[in-house]
């Protein structure tokens, strides 16, 4: 297993190195260019349309509503990557690492804002919601039928078991620390809770999801201020530290400037999932009136996620200073940081809260995985094996593997599903210019909801399933 784990992470600091960060941050900043920094100058706009509730499902239809879909890609992306990813994000290249996460997310939001419109103009019917996603645009936006099933073999790989099994890893990590359970004996009872809801649909993953996630956020949210508050006079030597370690003017123990680099863009896109082609299975399943509108909210949540969650698990680790400590990695240093500054029950709600957090992940990166096969076959023996494999067995395999294990598969995952994603929005990111211009002249003529129909790009009509 050693000698595999060697050559797993060779691959990953080759293609991590030269190619994944290249190319987020190029398409990042392309499509920031070509939106006209959609991201900062709609942020108003992402407010209004994610608790608006004009939007209504036609008589006798289940359709998932904008606030659903963004629960559920929320749902994934808050989940270990905020706990967990950002600890070893730090422990590994240094408080720097924290730094170039804040930068994938800035830049990586016109991104996520790109990818989830396209999922939105895919998307096709589906029983009693929609369905679409990256797989859906490659065919027929691209119509590359290999490249689709590529990529839809990649994401049900990459979420449906490889995330999954870090997600368990941790959830399972933190019980130990916090309570002393068996690895064992709590991936067994997660993997009966995660069945349990994997086999309702969306529509209960979308109920689950809607509920957990606006929970645990704000309570982790609330108890993180209060430690931020606590030590306010420490907070502008943070933010120094963060900055001098990111540009490598100071090292920080177990950092240089490229470590700092690699490792807060792979554990920003593990949070955030910006560019990764996972958010867009979730945008298509909303009822809009615009592709632009789930582009808007899905962009919102690369900022919740990493600008925001993140933000608050990295001051909690620098405040405490313990990130300097060799023997504490992933959620055991989130857990002790917290530790040190409200006491043993911190440990307590930090177990709690990674369960709420990666539990919900697990939910939703299933249904990714979900629409993807889906996409490739609409046999219930195969749904039925994805079910047990994925809430199942992969959990359970995270139960019980180390944590270097699952973290080396998930980000080999990572790599290769974001490179496919990243050629096809390169590609079709000219249709969502277009859909945004045309939102935006709606906007200007005094259309408070604004709508989109098929005709309005004739090139493209044939390959629209909805938008009547």
Sequence with gaps: MGQ????LNEINDALWGYLIIGALIGCGLWFTWRTRFVQFCMVGEMLRLLFDSSEKPETGQKHISSFQAFAVSLASRVGTGNLAGVATAIAVGGPGAVFWMWVMALVGSATAFVESTLGQLFKQHHRESFIGGPAYYIQRGLHQRWMAVLFAVLITVSFGLANNSVQANTICGAMEGAFGWNPLTTGAVLAVLTLVIVFG??????KVSSVLVPVMAVGYLVLALVVIVLNIRLVPHVLRVIVESAFG???????????AIMNGVKRGLFSNEAGEGSAPNAAATAAVSHPVKQGLIQALGVFTDTLVVC???AFIILISGLYTSP???????TQAALESEVGSWGGVFVAIAIFLFAYSSIIGNYYYGEANVRFMTESGTAMTTYRLLSGGAMVMFGALVSLDTVWSIIDLCMALLTACNLVAIALLGKYVFRLLDDYRAQKRQGVRDPSFHRRQLPDLASDLECWD
Excluded at 4 to 7: A, S
């Design 201 to 206: 649909g969306i529509q209960r993953i979308a």
């Design 4 to 7: 595999i784990l060697g050559i």
């Design 249 to 259: 003017l100071e090292q920080a123990v177990g950092g240089t400037l490229g470590a």
């Design 327 to 333: 023997e504490l990695n992933g959620i055991m240093l």
């Design 311 to 313: 933000s608050c698990t």
